[in-house]
């Protein structure tokens, strides 16, 4: 009887551990997919029933010359950049050729609602891990390839902020249509952390910097963000299919 209670335990302890290495092999799936190769993707506005949704917004807050603390909406429209993966699947994106822009195509964004400033991504890169986002749980790396480089917060040509390299998680996906047809993949950001220390102030005291007026960073979060994921050809640019999964 001992000798079939071992064998039960140990056929137990067999399960578990097929049980925990089948569970990380599931979450090791999540991946980006796409019906050819190479495959490019393009960021697009997200749309819902007609209403675009697809700004952007920062929240910065931080001390003031004063002594008080306030804290800044910074408001973008749709962000747009490309990648391209080699392979039909893959565990990460990473987005050039980044910048934020209207529906007019020009590159203003808002503070308190008012167009006042413009976003240079400079050198930096957004690069998107697969792992986690169906939980919205997934890695955003800020990656520049030039040193000092960062992503330049200008009011009147003046950079006021800058944000330098840094990771982050909360970016998710999920998959969605494009025009009702091709199916296609969101990504998401909602309430995610930017570490306070990525974010550097620039010419304080600064007339062009005035509107801006924070003297140091408290915190900072990414509270909205939702763009779609078109995916084509590389480069003869035919419409393909992307999932998540």
């Known amino acids: 009887m001992i000798r079939n209670l071992k064998v039960l335990i140990a056929a137990a302890m067999a ?6 290495l089948s569970a ?3 979450a090791a799936e999540e991946k980006f ?9 393009t960021m697009v506005p997200d749309e819902v029933a007609g209403t675009t949704t697809a700004h952007h917004v920062w929240m910065v807050k931080g001390k003031t010359a004063s002594g008080g603390e306030s804290t800044l909406g910074l408001t973008c ?3 747009v950049g490309e990648a391209t993966s080699p392979l039909k699947t893959s565990t990460e994106l990473t987005f050039t050729n980044l910048k934020y822009e209207n529906a007019k195509g020009e590159q203003k964004c808002r503070l308190a609602g008012v167009e006042a400033f413009t ?4 050198s930096c890169d957004f690069n998107f891990k697969s792992a986690g986002g169906s939980k919205s749980a997934a890695q955003l790396h800020v990656l520049c390839t030039t040193a000092g480089d960062g992503i330049d917060i200008n009011f009147s040509g003046t950079t006021c902020l800058q ?9 998710g996906f999920h998959d969605s249509e494009l025009g009702g047809k091709k199916k296609t993949v969101t990504a998401s950001m909602s309430n995610v952390a930017i570490p306070a220390a990525a974010l550097d102030l620039k ?17 900072a979060t990414y509270t909205t963000g939702n763009t779609l994921i078109k995916t084509e050809t590389d480069p003869a640019g035919v419409p393909a299919e992307a999932w998540f999964e």
């Open 15 to 20: 399960l578990a551990a097929f049980g925990a």
């Open 24 to 26: 990380t092999a599931h």
């Open 33 to 41: 997919h796409c019906s050819v190769e190479p495959c490019r993707a």
């Open 77 to 79: 429209d749709q962000l």
């Open 119 to 122: 976003v240079d991504f400079t």
């Open 163 to 171: 944000v330098t390299p840094f990771t982050t998680t909360g970016l």
């Open 203 to 219: 010419n304080i005291g600064n007339s062009n910097c005035s509107l801006f007026g924070l003297t140091s960073i408290i915190s």
